[in-house]
T-cell receptor, first 117, second 114 residues
Framework: DQQVKQNSPSLSVQEGRISILNCDYTNSMFDYFLWYKKYPAEGPTFLISISSIKDKNEDGRFTVFLNKSAKHLSLHIVPSQPGDSAVYFCAAEGPLHADPNDYKLSFGAGTTVTVRA | SAVISQKPSRDICQRGTSLTIQCQVDSQVTMMFWYRQQPGQSLTLIATANQGSEATYESGFVIDKFPISRPNLTFSTLTVSNMSPEDSSIYLC???????????FGPGTRLTVT
């Protein structure tokens, strides 16, 4: 059962424009959300996160928005640069099992971003 | 953040054999995890590697197939036993930053089973 969903497998954007990546989740117990970036042949690298008590977190060109009522978060990259071409994973932290102290990360399937020059 | 290395970076193995993947961290960490990323799919947690005790496996993963060792706070191994082509995947270890909840990943081990 996929509890974190990234419904767009790919996104192509022109350099300098905004990239918007979307993520939906089903488990209302998730309370911390993260975005990871992955280049080929490398492990995912942490990009930005947001706690469920906030609705926005900004770090340079990257902003993450959280809409708890809709169980939806998005990552905005502006302006997009060629080096941003990568796979982006949305992840959520929260109890996946009955034990409320058993916190794990649940990942979406990823969105491949291509920034065109 | 912690620096994580994995060995081997890739391997091609025959059906029925086993492969042990090593994960080394440059600092002591409490939480270490092993993930699998099958082709075209997301990262799936295999187990949490506990120091000094048995690993905690996620649903669908068992110790006989994926034995894990965690002899100290900087090192862990994952063995993929009696491999089949369905085990072809990228295997990643990660550690958790106790301050923020973020996990940091190793570079991954790309396994191909023929």
């Amino acid at each position: 059962d996929q509890q974190v969903k990234q419904n767009s497998p790919s996104l192509s954007v022109q350099e300098g424009r905004i990239s918007i990546l979307n993520c939906d989740y089903t488990n209302s117990m998730f309370d911390y959300f993260l975005w990871y970036k992955k280049y080929p042949a490398e492990g995912p690298t942490f990009l930005i996160s947001i706690s469920s008590i906030k609705d926005k977190n900004e770090d340079g060109r990257f902003t993450v928005f959280l809409n708890k009522s809709a169980k939806h978060l998005s990552l905005h990259i502006v302006p997009s640069q060629p080096g941003d071409s990568a796979v982006y994973f949305c992840a959520a932290e929260g109890p996946l099992h009955a034990d409320p102290n058993d916190y794990k990360l649940s990942f979406g399937a990823g969105t491949t971003v291509t920034v065109r020059a | 953040s912690a620096v994580i290395s994995q060995k081997p970076s890739r391997d091609i193995c025959q059906r029925g054999t086993s492969l042990t993947i090593q994960c080394q961290v440059d600092s002591q960490v409490t939480m270490m995890f092993w993930y699998r990323q099958q082709p075209g799919q997301s990262l799936t947690l295999i187990a949490t590697a506990n120091q000094g005790s048995e690993a905690t496996y996620e649903s669908g993963f068992v110790i006989d197939k994926f034995p894990i060792s965690r002899p100290n706070l900087t090192f862990s191994t994952l063995t993929v036993s009696n491999m089949s082509p369905e085990d072809s995947s990228i295997y990643l270890c990660s550690v958790e930053d106790t301050g923020g909840g973020e996990q940091y990943f190793g570079p991954g081990t790309r396994l191909t089973v023929t």
